[in-house]
């Protein structure tokens, strides 16, 4: 199997190229680990993200066949021939597959991605019924790998757009019986660059890696605004 | 160059916690850390924490007291007992104010945190979140984070420690991306840079748990406690070595050799699959050894009779881990398991408080020997240890920057900037001819066959040799390209020569402790000496390599007996 993996140095002052690697698909192998195996034995100088290899911490997302995906949970038996390896479309590219991610990280910081309450906390824990604590499942999961964010057409349009992660996040809190944020956490997603400029194209749904559905989390916020709105008046 | 009065190096559960508390105490704090936070190893926590809730029915008796005493008796009687009790009397408060935080833990019926038993409890005491409680712990202690504006610097990896009139002064720290590097003053440096999973071929921790914190420590002049104590897990996933969480034992899973047999049943009747980790990885590799393994390599764990449905309530994270990593769904199949390195219980030595014995340096966490863990660790016990000393280091932390006027001269900081630059430059222009791949593969394997689950003289003395060897072929490092941005390969370079001295202090501590104690097996001395080896080892750094020293063990409440499951 070869890969053809993106490079670019930026200190090079040469366009970026693909630069062709062959890799002898172990049984097992993930794409990780085969770009571990490159840079340990074929071109040092290749770079990219990592930490857990076991898809929980969001730090490989990679452009793999021009899809984004986590490059440890991408088995080789699931590739064929050429391979295309990329960055994460859309941002910055630092070097090789390593892109900037601070535009990203920046739109989590605008929603107050925060539990907010206003009572004082009681002696023990909050009580949280098991029904509501279910619907934490899958919306706490988000790792922040950026997959969706990259894949979004909407995201590319205007930078301003928070994004399916951030709104996801806003949702998570929104959910959460124990948050008493309200109105004050929904007026910073019920806005243009928030909700509102989701046109539900549902790439995000179907790059997500931990398999959450970040349209729906966004519509049940429209619902949310809509209601505050409602209320308010 | 950057000032802060307290400056913790690392972003996992210890670090953020750290410099919360220190801002909390009204003191400026900022953490450093090689990659972002949320891509810690503390997000790859899956079982749980534990805390004497006694949420459930079976727990209602628990106590801060019955957890010391586990605690304890799991460390094979090695853990400083002042300090478990510091730690399970502060338990519940720590994990109550997570929750407060936001943190999603599972419900009981009533809504209460629910809880799980796990290796080593009588009780179920391990407060959970499904099987991700360490992503949703760091999740959350992040926002808290953002909330309370606790600057981060991402992706910048320490190099060394300043130290000058015997104080620690700041750090020098590289920014991979940029390629930048640049000093940080600082009141007072808290390391929480986590364990050293790394210099094992074979290791259920994160890529990026090498252990160069602790080199960093150590090479400063901080002294280095229980290293001899590597925590080996029974169930990693066969090839991956991804962890299965000891979760899956607490929800009964059984774990079969190849004929089909509950070998604990062999080792540890009582406890059986629940017995704890350092049994159940010798009862495995014992297993295999005698021929009842599946390819000589790997046992069963088999959670079928649980049933989709709880699988899928409590396991869910190990269920797609199992899927995407071994193609086996453990609603229809066992898992294939063989133990691999867990966990590092020793480490920078320090006390209750997090003070290490150079002034100036503190340390939390996985880095940190608070000695909590002894011998053994218990499960859920090292994510409580994360929150509560990072806690405590933070408190110490910002007391020592309010009280310490910063009188100290930018002079030596300056001069160990200069020091690593020339350094770097030096590696660059080497004329040597070695690669840290195949050195750093080379040690990985000679800690897992010298230092591993089953020891004996022999292969420890073999590896001391080894690892020394390494060393000097280690003075010939050089990166193969020169690049200034994102140079992975450089900074592999850079941590190689501490690590060896680190995985030193391992298999040094090994071939002096002539015993059997806890997660330390000694096939020529089977068992536990407590005449002889009632002690911590300390090793310190010197030029003709570690000097070890025994210190005793702080024993306030329970003699030692004999550890029996
Ligand atoms: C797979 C797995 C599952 C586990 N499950 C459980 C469980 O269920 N219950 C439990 O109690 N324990 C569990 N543990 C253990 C527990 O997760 C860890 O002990 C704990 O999370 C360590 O946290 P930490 O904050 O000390 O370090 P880490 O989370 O490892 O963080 C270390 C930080 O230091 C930074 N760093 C390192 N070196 C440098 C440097 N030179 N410069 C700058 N930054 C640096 C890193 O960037 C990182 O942010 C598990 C461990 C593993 C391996
Ligand atoms: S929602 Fe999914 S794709 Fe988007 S950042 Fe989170 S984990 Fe990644
Ligand atoms: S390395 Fe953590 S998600 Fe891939």
């Known amino acids: ?233 | 160059m950057p000032y802060h009065p307290v400056l913790v190096v690392g972003g996992g559960l210890a670090g953020l916690r750290a410099a919360l508390e220190a801002r909390f105490q009204g003191v400026e704090a900022a953490v450093l850390s090689l990659v972002h936070p949320l891509r810690s190893h503390s997000g790859a926590a899956q079982g749980g924490v534990n805390a004497p809730l006694g949420n459930s029915e079976e727990g209602k008796d628990d106590t801060p007291e019955r957890h010391a005493y586990e605690t304890v008796v799991g460390s094979d009687f090695l853990a400083d007992q002042d300090a478990v009790e510091a730690m399970t009397r502060e338990a519940t408060e720590r994990i109550f104010e997570l929750e407060h935080w936001g943190a999603p833990f599972s419900r009981t019926p009533q809504g209460k945190i629910a809880q799980r038993p796990f290796g080593g409890g009588a009780f179920p005491r391990t407060c959970y979140a499904a099987d991700r409680t360490g992503h949703y712990l760091l999740h959350t202690l992040y926002q808290q984070a953002l909330k309370y504006r606790v600057q981060v610097y991402i992706e910048w990896t320490a190099l060394s420690l300043v130290v000058a009139q015997g104080q620690v002064q700041g750090v020098v720290a590289l920014h991979l991306p940029s390629g930048e590097i640049e000093t940080f003053s600082a009141g007072a440096v808290v390391m929480a840079t986590g364990g050293a999973g790394r210099l094992y071929r074979k290791s259920t921790n994160a890529l990026i748990n090498t252990g160069h914190g602790l080199a960093l420590a150590y090479t400063a002049g901080a002294p280095l406690k229980d290293m001899e104590f590597i925590q080996f897990h029974p169930t990693s996933l066969y090839g991956s070595n991804i962890l299965i969480s000891e979760a899956a034992r607490g929800e009964r899973g059984y774990l079969l050799n190849n004929q089909g047999e509950r070998f604990m049943q062999r080792y540890a009747p009582r406890f059986m699959e629940l017995a704890p980790r350092d049994i159940v990885a010798r009862s495995v590799i014992t297993e295999l050894k005698e021929g009842r393994g599946f390819d000589g390599a790997y046992v069963l764990l088999d959670l079928r009779h649980l049933g989709a449905e709880r699988i899928l309530e409590r396991l869910p994270g190990i269920r797609e881990l199992a899927i995407s990593f071994a193609g086996v769904d453990p609603i229809e199949e066992p898992i294939p398991v063989e133990p691999a390195q867990h966990y590092t219980m020793g480490g920078i030595d320090c006390n209750t408080w997090g003070e290490s014995r150079l002034p100036g340096l503190l340390a939390c966490g996985e880095c940190a020997c608070v000695s909590v863990h002894g011998a053994n660790r218990l499960g859920g016990n090292s994510l409580l240890e994360t929150v509560v000393f990072g806690q405590r280091a933070g408190r110490r932390a910002a007391e020592l920057a309010r009280a310490g006027a910063s009188t100290s001269s930018e002079e030596p900081l300056k001069k160990a900037l200069e020091e690593a630059r020339t350094m770097i430059e030096g590696f660059k222009r080497s004329n040597g001819n070695e690669d840290p791949a195949s050195i750093r593969e080379e040690m990985r394997r000679a800690m897992w066959e010298g230092v591993g689950i089953f020891r004996e003289k022999e292969g420890l003395e073999g590896a001391v040799a080894r690892l020394q060897e390494l060393g000097e072929r280690a003075r010939r490092l050089r990166p193969a390209h020169g690049g200034q941005f994102f140079n992975q390969d450089l900074l592999r370079c850079w941590e190689l020569p501490g690590q060896l001295l680190v995985a030193e202090a391992i298999a040094g501590g090994a071939l002096r402790r002539e015993e059997s104690r806890g997660s330390h097996f000694r096939l020529d001395f089977p068992q536990r000496d407590d005449a002889r080896f009632l002690h911590h080892t300390l090793a310190h750094l010197t030029p003709e390599g570690p000097r070890f020293e025994p210190r005793d063990v702080a024993i306030t409440r329970w003699p030692p007996e004999v550890r029996k499951y």
Request: aromatic share 8%; hydrophobic share 40%; charged share 25%.
């Open chain 1, 1 to 233: 199997m070869t890969l053809n993996v993106f490079r670019f140095d930026p200190e090079a002052g040469r366009p970026p190229r693909y630069d062709r690697f062959p890799v002898e698909a172990m049984p097992g192998m993930s794409l990780l680990e085969a770009l571990t195996e490159i840079a340990e034995r074929q071109d040092p100088s290749l770079a990219f993200r990592y930490s857990c290899r076991g898809a929980v911490c969001g730090s490989c997302a990679m452009s793999v066949q021009g899809r984004p995906r986590l490059a440890c949970q991408t088995q080789l038996k699931d590739l064929r021939g050429e391979v295309l390896v990329a960055p994460l479309p859309h941002l910055p590219v630092i070097k090789d597959l390593v892109v900037e991610m601070g535009p990203f990280y920046q739109r989590f910081e605008e929603i107050m991605p925060y539990l907010i309450r206003r009572t004082p906390p009681p002696e023990r824990e909050l009580l949280q019924a098991p029904r509501e604590r279910r619907l934490l499942d899958e919306v706490a999961d988000c790792v922040w790998c950026g997959a969706c964010y990259a894949s979004c057409p909407t995201v590319r349009q205007g930078p301003s757009y928070l994004g399916p992660a951030a709104l996801l996040q806003a949702y998570r809190f929104a959910a959460d019986s124990r948050d008493e944020g309200g109105r004050e956490g929904l007026r910073l997603v019920d806005r243009e660059e928030g909700v509102w400029r989701c046109h539900t194209v549902f790439n995000c749904v179907e790059v997500c890696p931990k398999k959450i559905n970040p349209a729906r989390a966004i519509q049940a916020l429209k619902r949310k605004a809509l209601l505050g709105r409602f209320k308010l008046w």
